[in-house]
């Protein structure tokens, strides 16, 4: 081993050589290596890792850092209209002030005494998602939508005892992959179609695939491709006749005008949290969410935690705690409640400042001006020439699929000369949806302006006259 | 005319010294009795404001709610609180004083997550726009800079670990777990042997999402015991280990801080049954240049990002997860992967035999930003020092602990631990009926706290603590000096302990409604219309 | 208003302090009173009282005179409500029986007593199933599991069960068989279940399995067993709760304490002796299900001697099929199972490792040594 410089690390207190000797003394040991004595010569390393030269000092290393940002063209730096499933909505300055909040940021499991506000935090979170959602059972958040999605349909294959899950065809492909994966011990999927003119559900091959193996009936509200299901409560009817659960996936900003499933037969809600007050960090900004009735068969499913509140031996003064923390599963051949682990609790307090600072009529105001800027957007598409907007009678909330197939042009091709004019148009949808052929998806948010619709409606416009 | 001089006289004060302060804290946390946020709702108050669309846009489109069905529109406003911008800073900044996050504690006692120094440096890094403000779909030319990151980050993982490749997809730790065994299950079903091989084997001291990930992914799952000694019983896997063995799945060390020296052994058992192993490395602090996955020959490994690597734990996320995979593994890695190909960086969608995506897009970037550049503030020397300190640190912890009356080391009695131990305070119980979790309690007084074990407790009140790297001598010798008051006020004055804490932020918590259908509360409507019958 | 009995074995302990094993019988306790023992049982059962004096206003203590519970209630401020009569210096079991009917009549909320592995068979013996009961440990020897860990605990936890804040679970009530202890051999017997009350522990990550979950592994398990179960093949079924609901899920009733043998589903001998179950395993294929009794586990030769070492050799040992909840296997802080069935040579065969089903898709590869 070649001798190592003498380094006294700002994260690694003890390696001053004079602290290090005195704790070495304290154990008894004569070198750190005795420590290792378990760990047999064969599997160890004798060589030092070979790792890039370090920037000891932190000035050089934001200066590295900073130099491979800056290849990076941020959507604040473009006109950016993507979405599919993580969208460009304005992030409150409090919103990041509080989850940049040291104690929140570096806090993880302790007690709801020491860490009383975590748990405060996030029940006030729950507690807020329930009011958009009209339930009275809300999770503390999973990774993602999907996997909310996954476990949302594994929990109904287990409160049913059934096997079956029916999808909407309309659904992302990734959110189908990782469903697919997740469910594939206990249950299967199938694929509903859609009406090719509405986007809509095919309810006739609905009445005919669904059965009484069905655990599940599943949509989303808003689709992944932006419209609205307007057959949502018939859709819901037909679930239960049949004895199946209506799982719906929602985005939670909409939620200020769109009904909450359960007023339209809902039985388990799930979906992201990523439109709530957080940045879209590249993909990194998704949470999960998974709300039921206050049902105990419900309540007893769910894997994830569930911080309730309480009195203590003060009076007037409240606690926090777990939830039916022994949770098992009432159908003795399912496997257990999958797992509980590190996921976005950070996200989850973060939407609860958001929603906190929208209250009732922020919710409101932005739910209707996404669907009127969606609209104007949808009627200026459609009025490009070769140009069409797909499902354009149906409603939408804030996405839309836009089909350039009489163009003559790719969506790459559309977007490339798109980029070179700053703006990152729609995300391609031919590789998903080949019976859409050339189209995409564009998000219109409440960061765009009718100037940003306008300028974008005219580059497309060029790009494809 | 005299001018009159006046002289103040002053009297003299001998200047006082402060005392010096006593060995252990007088420490309160903060308390605000604060309400809950819905208590502070005064009607029409508003936080923030959105944009309005322009005028002309709106009257341009007309009603956009025109062609909905009455059932999917919302009657009711929601009814979410309505504050003022400043009421929800504030509520918000006073729950945050009433959390203990690592910056403000001896965090020593949350023993397996690693509660190391998140260098805020790289925080603030990850706030930049140039990170923040991208979208996953955006054209890859446009994110160059970040798609660098993630494939340099997986070169450093690759030598950390030895393995052929890593995916930076996964969530977290219980994340990547579950991807891997995905993997294996991949493996099996493309050599047909997946009906066959149901099993999989792990041990009781390893994390528990080994047993759970195997479970959700349809495996019989066999829990080993430790053999007499306390290390993993080789002679157990031997019986277990059959023609229907998938993987092994192992923590090593365990969450005792065992570490297994027949590891090699264990794996080689495994893989003449025609098994793969998994390696759990969540507890890989005091192993980093120390020893490999591969070197054990491990198929596939995992990290945590917000353990090792030190991005912060964000109150239970979000974190980040990495599977390191040998060449044999590769193909099964999720989609996409992130490559270079001489010139510049893409994302490689053409994988037929993957296992599909294990959550949207690529991985939680701002983390595997902050990974990477806490590696590169350190390099290999320091990755190095980062893992030796872990491990004096443990073990110097270790000599102080148990010379704590009541307490003791259960297993591999004499030998050296890695990063962690689990602690028994039995013998304190036995004598003075004072258990585990009180002293945990009773440890937010002094402005700490300690977590006990993962389920099962096999080790009878059980204390596990993992002083990682980032914690001075001076800060082990104030949690022993805390933990060491706590013990002889079990012997002579239990009655504080059993009513603990007195100085946290809020006093004992009534349990019981928790486990009860009638009673329990997850949501401020769910009590109000439980607890207070809406009055 | 609740009520609780109180009982009290004032001859429990008492001859461990003057190296006696175990007090049962009139002459042991005479010996140990000759050699200066002294009555330790009423100051524990004092002692596990005083948490319970927060409520004493509303809280009615019923007990037998003098010795057996007047005295320790008195002493610890309560003011109880005494019946029957004894003579006093000369209690006996029959007095601890009698003791535990009458409370039972009088319908008391919690059944306290304070003594040994054989009180608590006295008060099993008496009481009828499910009567909540909770024991104040005072004898040498406890083996069984209905008592708290030290007096304070009792009270404690009584405490919690009179608020409704504990629930019950069943625990086994173990003895050793006197003579034979005295004499250097131990022999231990199961004889039933009690229900005490159960305390969940103060933590969010706390991990002891509610009685529910339990319940619910033990179904689970034995799902994973009747799936497997065969025709024309005799099921030799030990005692034990989880056997116990193994039988449940096939329709039968099972003797908690006894062997019981199946066969196609149907219950074709109970409660059977060693020699009815070699002449049973003679005549056709059998297996063996059996589940770890006691606190140290073990998995012959306590509880279940009548599976005796020709049985076991007939059957085999490929034909044992062990089951358990994966609680009772982690109460043994990884201490291997034990047996001793009283032939070294089949203990011999039995030792090694099992395979251990703790539930529908759960197995345990367990170490088991003679």
């Known amino acids: 081993m070649t001798p190592k410089k003498t380094v006294v690390y700002p994260y690694i207190p003890n390696s001053n050589p004079a602290v290090k000797a005195e704790m070495l003394k304290a154990t008894g040991a004569k070198s750190v290596d005795e420590f290792y004595a378990e760990i047999p010569e064969s599997i160890r390393l004798k060589r030092k890792l070979n790792l890039p030269e370090p920037f000891l000092s932190e000035a050089a290393l934001v200066r590295h850092v900073e130099g491979l940002l800056a290849k990076n063209q941020s959507a604040r730096e473009a006109l950016s209209f993507l979405g599919g499933g993580c969208a460009q909505h304005h992030v409150p300055a409090v919103c990041d002030e509080i989850n940049s909040r040291s104690e929140f940021l570096t806090a993880y499991a302790g007690e709801p005494y020491e860490d009383h506000g975590r748990f405060q935090s996030l029940f006030e979170y729950e507690s807020m998602m329930a009011e958009l959602l009209n339930m009275d059972v809300v999770n503390v958040p999973v990774y993602d939508g999907y996997q909310a999605t996954g476990t949302a349909l594994r929990m109904a294959g287990r409160i049913t005892g059934r096997r079956i899950a029916l999808l909407p065809a309309s659904i992302s492909p990734d959110n189908l992959s990782k469903i697919r994966d997740y469910v594939r011990p206990d249950m299967q999927v199938e694929l509903v179609a859609f009406d090719p003119a509405t986007g809509l559900m095919d309810l006739k091959a609905l009445r005919v695939q669904i059965n009484d193996q069905t655990a599940a009936v599943f949509i989303e509200n808003p689709s992944y491709l932006g419209f609205l299901e307007t057959q949502a409560a018939e859709i819901g009817s037909i679930a239960h006749e049949k004895g199946a659960l209506f799982v719906v996936g929602v985005d939670p900003i909409s939620l200020g005008v769109i009904n909450p499933p359960i007023e339209y037969g809902g039985d388990i809600v799930c979906g992201d949290i990523q439109s709530l007050g957080i940045h879209m960090n590249y993909g990194g900004g998704q949470a999960g969410f998974i709300a039921t009735r206050d049902e105990e068969k419900f309540v007893m499913q769910f894997p994830s935690r569930l911080f309730g509140i309480a009195t203590t031996c003060v009076e007037g003064e409240y606690g926090f705690g777990d939830v039916a923390y022994e949770r098992t599963s009432f159908a003795v051949r399912e496997e257990g409640n999958e797992w509980v682990g590190t996921a976005a609790g950070l996200w989850g307090i973060t939407a609860g400042v958001y929603l906190a600072l929208m209250g009732p009529q922020g919710m409101q105001e932005i739910g209707r001006g996404s669907m009127q800027r969606a609209r104007y957007a949808m009627q200026k598409m459609a009025a490009i020439p070769k140009v069409r907007v797909q499902f354009v009678d149906t409603p939408h909330f804030k996405e839309f699929v836009v089909d350039f197939n009489k163009t003559g042009k790719t969506v790459a091709e559309i977007n490339k000369a798109l980029h070179a004019r700053g703006i990152f148009g729609g995300s391609d949808l031919s590789v998903e949806f080949p019976a859409l052929g050339q189209s995409a998806l564009y998000c219109i948010t409440e960061v765009h302006t009718q100037a940003d619709i306008d300028g974008l409606v005219f580059a497309i416009h060029e790009v494809v006259k | ?535 | 208003m609740k009520r609780i009995g109180l009982i009290v074995n004032p001859f429990a302990g008492i001859g461990g302090r003057v190296g006696l094993k175990g007090s049962d019988g009139v002459d042991t306790v005479r010996r140990a009173i000759e050699l200066g023992a002294v009555p330790e049982a009423l100051q524990r059962a004092t002692s596990s009282l005083l948490p319970l004096s927060l409520i004493r206003d509303s809280l009615e203590v019923l007990t037998y005179p003098l010795e057996m519970g007047e005295t320790s209630a008195r002493d610890a401020g309560f003011t109880p409500k005494v019946i029957d009569a004894i003579r006093s210096g000369a209690t006996t079991a029959e007095d601890t029986q009698r003791a535990a009917r009458d409370m039972c009549e009088f319908d008391v909320d919690l059944l306290l007593f304070a003594g040994g592995d054989g009180t608590a068979r006295d008060i099993c013996k008496a009481v009828p199933a499910q009567f909540p009961c909770l024991g104040i440990p005072a004898g040498v020897k406890i083996h069984s599991a209905v008592y708290a860990t030290n007096p304070r605990h009792a009270g404690e936890l009584a405490m919690l069960y009179l608020d409704d804040k504990a629930r019950l679970r069943e625990a086994e009530v173990l003895d050793l068989d006197e003579d034979a202890y005295r004499a250097g051999r131990v022999s231990t017997h199961l004889y039933g279940y009690l229900s005490v009350p159960y305390r969940r522990l103060l933590t969010q990550n706390q991990k002891v399995p509610s009685p529910a979950s339990e319940a619910r592994q033990a179904e689970a398990i034995a799902e994973a067993v009747i799936e497997k179960m065969q025709p024309d093949i005799l099921y030799i079924l030990g005692p034990g709760t989880t056997t116990r609901t193994l039988a449940q899920k096939l329709g039968l009733a099972k003797t908690l304490v006894g062997v019981d043998v199946v066969r196609d589903g149907r219950l074709i001998a109970q409660d059977v002796t060693q020699a009815q179950l070699l002449a049973l395993v003679e005549s056709m294929p059998a297996k063996i299900i059996v589940t770890p009794i006691g606190g140290q586990g073990f998995l012959f030769g306590r509880g279940n001697q009548q599976i005796g070492p020709q049985v076991i050799r007939k059957v085999g040992r490929e034909n044992i099929i062990v089951i358990s909840t994966s609680d009772k296997l982690n109460a043994l802080r990884t201490q291997p199972l034990l047996v001793d069935t009283g032939d070294d040579e089949v203990d011999a065969l039995l030792a090694g490792y099992f395979t251990v089903i703790t539930g529908y898709h759960e197995r345990t590869v367990y170490r088991v040594v003679s």
Not at chain 2, 32 to 54: A, T
Not at chain 2, 191 to 200: F, I
Not at chain 2, 255 to 263: A, E, S
Not at chain 2, 506 to 518: L, R, T, Y
């Open chain 2, 1 to 535: 005319m005299t001018s009159i001089v006046r002289t103040t006289i002053k009297k003299h004060v001998e200047p006082k010294a402060v005392a010096k302060k006593p060995a252990l804290r007088r420490f309160h946390q903060a308390s605000w009795d604060e309400p809950v946020i819905f208590e502070l709702s005064v009607p029409g108050q508003r936080g923030i404001l959105p944009p309005e669309p322009e005028a002309a846009l709106v009257q341009a489109v007309g009603d956009p709610a025109d062609k909905l069905p009455d059932s999917l529109k919302r009657k009711a406003a929601p009814a979410l609180p309505e504050m003022s911008q400043i009421h929800v800073l504030r509520h918000y900044m006073r729950i945050s004083q009433e959390t203990l996050g690592v910056d403000l504690n001896i965090d020593i006692g949350q023993g397996t997550c690693t509660m190391k120094y998140s260098p805020k440096v790289n925080d603030q890094l990850a706030r930049s726009p140039k990170m923040s403000e991208l979208h996953p779909l955006q054209p890859v030319s446009s994110v160059q800079g970040i798609l660098e990151v993630m494939v340099k980050f997986e070169e450093i993982l690759k030598e950390i670990s030895g393995m052929d490749r890593v995916t930076l997809q996964p969530g977290a730790g219980s994340s990547a777990i579950y991807a891997n065994i995905s993997m294996i299950r991949a493996y099996h079903t493309a050599r047909g042997e997946n009906e066959q091989r149901n099993e999989v084997i792990t041990t009781i001291f390893s994390h528990p999402s080994n047993a759970a990930a195997a479970k959700v992914a349809g495996y019989k799952v066999i829990t080993l015991y430790p053999d007499a000694d306390g290390y993993p019983d080789i002679e157990a896997l031997k019986a277990a280990v059959s023609k229907h063995t998938a993987a092994l799945m192992i923590t090593n060390p365990e969450d005792t801080g065992v570490f297994n020296p027949r590891i090699e052994e264990f794996v080689r058992i495994v893989h003449v049954a025609g098994g793969l192993c998994s390696y759990d490395q969540a507890n890989a602090n005091g192993l980093l240049g120390i020893t490999r996955a591969r070197d054990a020959g491990f198929d596939v490994c995992h990290f945590n990002l917000h353990k090792t690597f030190s991005t912060p734990h964000g109150c239970g996320g979000p974190a980040a997860g990495a599977c390191g995979v040998t060449k044999e593994m590769s193909p099964f890695l999720p989609t996409p992967t992130v490559e270079f190909d001489g010139a510049s960086y893409y994302l490689d969608f053409n994988r037929p035999q993957s296992i599909g995506k294990i959550r949207p897009w690529y991985g939680v970037a701002p983390n595997i930003l902050k990974a990477y550049a806490w590696v590169m503030s350190l390099g290999a020397d320091g990755l190095r020092e980062i893992s030796e300190i872990a491990v004096l640190n443990n073990n110097y912890l270790l000599s102080k602990v148990l010379e704590i009356r009541g307490v003791s080391m259960p297993y591999t009695k004499g030998k050296r631990r890695i990063e962690q131990v689990r602690y028994s305070w039995e013998q304190l119980t036995n004598e003075t009926g004072v258990h585990s979790e009180e002293i945990g309690f009773r440890a937010a007084d002094f402005g700490t706290h300690y977590w006990t074990s993962h389920h099962p407790f096999v080790v009878p009140e059980p204390m596990t603590l993992e002083p990682t790297e980032s914690y001075s001598k001076e800060d082990l010798d104030e949690y022993v000096t805390i933990l060491k008051h706590i013990a002889e006020e079990a012997y002579t004055n239990p009655e504080i302990i059993h009513t603990a804490p007195h100085n946290s932020t809020v006093h004992k918590i009534d349990q019981e409604s928790f486990d009860d259908p009638e009673a329990w509360a997850v949501t401020w409507r769910a009590y109000r219309r439980k607890v207070l019958k809406n009055t």
